[in-house]
């Protein structure tokens, strides 16, 4: 069994910046895909940004391009998202899931284990 847990989400003010961790701990297989997914309210939930523990491929939805990095550490575990520039349209609740799957855009419905989320709040 899987468990991620998130952390990192806090009030911030537009133009600010945040680091998400996502602790990846249980069995896995050698390779999986970590997804950084955002739920705003009454909103659907968005994929955005992903990595590869195999080949350290990454993806970003196109609104977070340039403002966001996904980086791993192994031997921690951890996943983190750096989120730069933040816009109040960035303002969800932010979730880090497993796959096996490396499919880009990431589908929900491919990612079978999930972190309890962090709320990302860019308001001044």
């Known amino acids: 069994q899987v468990q991620l847990v998130e952390s990192g989400g806090d009030l911030v003010q537009p133009g600010g910046s945040l680091r998400l961790s996502c602790a990846v701990s249980?069995?896995?297989?050698?390779?999986?895909?970590i997804g950084w997914f955002r739920q705003a309210p009454g909103k659907e939930r968005e994929g955005v940004s992903c990595?590869?523990?195999?080949?350290?491929?990454?993806y970003y939805a196109d609104s977070v391009k340039g403002r966001f990095t996904i980086s791993g550490d192994n031997a921690k575990n951890t996943v983190y998202l750096q989120m730069n520039s933040l816009k109040p349209e960035d303002t969800a609740v932010y979730y880090c899931?497993?796959?096996?799957?490396?499919?880009?855009?990431?589908?929900?419905?491919?990612?079978?284990?999930w972190g309890q989320g962090t709320q990302v709040t860019v308001s001044s």
């Open positions: 990595i590869s523990s195999s080949d350290g491929s990454t």
């Open positions: 249980g069995s896995t297989l050698d390779y999986y895909t």
């Open positions: 899931a497993l796959s096996y799957y490396s499919d880009y855009p990431p589908l929900v419905s491919d990612f079978l284990s």
